[in-house]
């Protein structure tokens, strides 16, 4: 089965979901995982930029995420990514990549196929960005 996964996390009711899923699997396949986190920013005047979130914020929701896989018996290393806003997908696909996982495991939020077209869809992005095969949990 997978024995090395990515799972995508952000501040999502859907991160939930994905963990829980990404625990299931590893306990299954006895594989680890890495729980990958991109914070997005747009780029401010003299070479600055905005987040929504604070490296704190960023921090202790990885490493909270860690923690309960871990507690579950799940191997689980946390990275935490940066990317222009709209651009976390290439992020994802690259985590997955460099850890030469298996499978990438992330949440949807449900938004329906035209919200989805109209606003872009990260799990849509990286299901075309990617070369290995993603489990989308709704």
């Known amino acids: 089965m997978y024995e090395r996964m990515v799972v995508a996390?952000?501040?999502?009711?859907?991160?939930?979901?994905?963990?829980?899923?990404?625990?299931?699997?590893?306990?299954?396949?006895?594989?680890?995982?890495?729980v990958v986190h991109v914070r997005e920013h747009l780029p401010a005047g003299r070479g600055g930029v905005v987040t929504s979130e604070t490296i704190?914020?960023?921090h202790r929701a990885v490493d909270a995420a860690v923690a309960e896989l871990a507690e579950a018996g799940v191997k689980a290393q946390a990275d935490i990514r940066y990317a222009f806003t709209g651009h976390a997908a290439s992020e994802i696909s690259?985590?997955?990549?460099?850890?030469?996982?298996?499978?990438?495991v992330m949440g949807s939020r449900g938004r329906g196929d035209l919200a989805g077209v109209l606003l872009g869809s990260t799990?849509?992005?990286?299901?075309?960005?990617?070369?290995?095969?993603?489990?989308?949990v709704r």
Do not use: C, F, M, N
């Not at 501040?11 to 594989?31: M, V």
């Not at 799990?123 to 989308?136: E, G, N, S």
């Open 56 to 58: 704190d914020e960023a």
């Open 9 to 34: 996390i952000d501040h999502s009711p859907a991160t939930e979901r994905a963990l829980a899923a990404a625990r299931d699997l590893a306990r299954l396949s006895q594989g680890q995982v890495w």
């Open 123 to 136: 799990a849509h992005k990286v299901i075309h960005l990617t070369d290995r095969p993603v489990l989308v």
């Open 94 to 104: 690259d985590s997955a990549r460099a850890h030469d996982a298996g499978v990438i």
